[in-house]
């Protein structure tokens, strides 16, 4: 699926106010965090006939990681351990 399709169903949820946030990595592929599927290739049928090639990048993987736990860090409210 497009970045694009995923960012228009998001667009609805943050102008309602719902914490979402989004980065696209420019070039990152499907499954780009799967190291024990890279290289793979298949044809989903969302991609309109095209194959699909996983390529997995660790440099993404990490920055995607950081991100998230930033953004979980803004967004939630953890209870210290009793």
Not at 13 to 26: D, I, N, Q, Y
Not at 53 to 72: G, N, P, Q, W
């Amino acid at each position: 699926m497009p970045p694009q399709e995923c960012i228009s169903r998001l667009e609805p949820l943050k102008e309602r106010g719902a914490p979402v946030e989004w980065h696209v990595f420019p070039k990152a592929t499907h499954c780009w965090d799967c190291s024990d599927q890279h290289n793979q290739r298949w044809n989903p049928p969302w991609a309109g006939g095209r194959a699909v090639v996983y390529l997995y990048d660790s440099k993404i993987t990490d920055e995607s990681a950081e991100r998230v736990f930033e953004f979980l860090s803004r967004h939630m409210k953890l209870e210290p351990k009793k």
